[in-house]
T-cell receptor, first 115, second 111 residues
Framework: DAMVIQNPRYQVTQFGKPVTLSCSQT?????MYWYQQKSSQAPKLLFH???????NEADTPDNFQSRRPNTSFCFLDIRSPGLGDAAMYLC??????????????FGDGTRLSIL | DQQVKQNSPSLSVQEGRISILNCDYT??????FLWYKKYPAEGPTFLIS?????DKNEDGRFTVFLNKSAKHLSLHIVPSQPGDSAVYFC??????????FGKGTLLTVNP
C-alpha cells in the first residue's frame, strides 16, 4: 500500500542536542508538509516543500529546518531542542498535480520528548 | 486567532444513532473543507471533503454539510458504530492549499 512513513515513532533527545526526524512516501506526491501538534491543540504547519521549493511559515522558529533530498524523503532538523519543542511531529503529503482540491495524507507521527 | 473552531471538545452517542460534529470558520477565503479522523498513536486519516461550490457531500455513512453564509460545516455519521470512536479534526484551506485545523472533537460511540 502506498503510504507516508515516519521514523522513528518515538524519539528522546537531550536539551540542546540536535535531532533529525524523517519522513518517506511511496505516493509520489509533489508536496510534503511538516506539522507540530501539542497536546489538545490543532496541528500547526511548520513548513512545506512544493516540489523542491521550500516554504517556511512566518512564525516557525529558526531552530527548525528541513531538507528534501528527493521526491520521496523529507527531514525535519531541530538544531537545539528546548523543552517547549516536545510534541508530536506529523509529516503529510499531497498531490497538487491533480488539482487544487486534494487532501493531505498523514504519517503516524514522531513523538519527540526532551530530557 | 483561531480561524477554524470546533467548540465541542467531546461528544458521546449511542451505537446506531446519529453523530453530528460541528465546525465554524472565520476566514471567508477558505474554499475547501475536510474532516480527518485520528485514533490514538496514529496520524490523522482523511475522511471526507467538500468544496465551497457544494453544500453537501456524502460517502457511505458520512455526510458533510457546508453552510457558507453561516461559515459553518458539520459532519454527520449515520449510523454511528463503536469503531467510529476517535478524535475528529475539521480543516480548511484557501488558494494557498495550506490546511488550517481545528482543535478536534473526541467522539465516543457507546455500545
Amino acid at each position: 500500500d502506498a503510504m507516508v512513513i515516519q521514523n522513528p515513532r518515538y524519539q528522546v533527545t537531550q536539551f540542546g542536542k540536535p535531532v533529525t526526524l524523517s519522513c518517506s512516501q511511496t505516493l509520489n506526491h509533489n508536496v510534503m508538509y511538516w506539522y507540530q501538534q501539542k497536546s489538545s491543540q490543532a496541528p500547526k504547519l511548520l513548513f512545506h516543500y512544493y516540489d523542491k521549493d521550500f516554504n517556511n511559515e512566518a512564525d516557525t522558529p529558526d531552530n527548525f529546518q528541513s531538507r528534501r533530498p528527493n521526491t520521496s524523503f523529507c527531514f525535519l532538523d531541530i538544531r537545539s531542542p528546548g523543552l517547549g519543542d516536545a510534541a508530536m511531529y506529523l509529516c503529510a503529503t499531497s498531490d497538487k498535480t491533480r488539482g487544487l482540491y486534494q487532501p493531505q495524507h498523514f504519517g503516524d507521527g514522531t513523538r519527540l520528548s526532551i530530557l | 486567532d483561531q480561524q477554524v473552531k470546533q467548540n465541542s471538545p467531546s461528544l458521546s452517542v449511542q451505537e446506531g444513532r446519529i453523530s453530528i460534529l460541528n465546525c465554524d470558520y472565520t476566514n471567508s477565503m477558505f474554499d475547501y473543507f475536510l474532516w480527518y479522523k485520528k485514533y490514538p498513536a496514529e496520524g490523522p486519516t482523511f475522511l471526507i471533503s467538500i468544496s465551497s461550490i457544494k453544500d453537501k457531500n456524502e460517502d457511505g455513512r458520512f455526510t458533510v454539510f457546508l453552510n457558507k453564509s453561516a461559515k459553518h460545516l458539520s459532519l454527520h455519521i449515520v449510523p454511528s458504530q463503536p469503531g467510529d470512536s476517535a478524535v475528529y479534526f475539521c480543516a480548511a484551506s484557501g488558494s494557498n492549499y495550506k490546511l488550517t485545523f481545528g482543535k478536534g472533537t473526541l467522539l465516543t460511540v457507546n455500545p
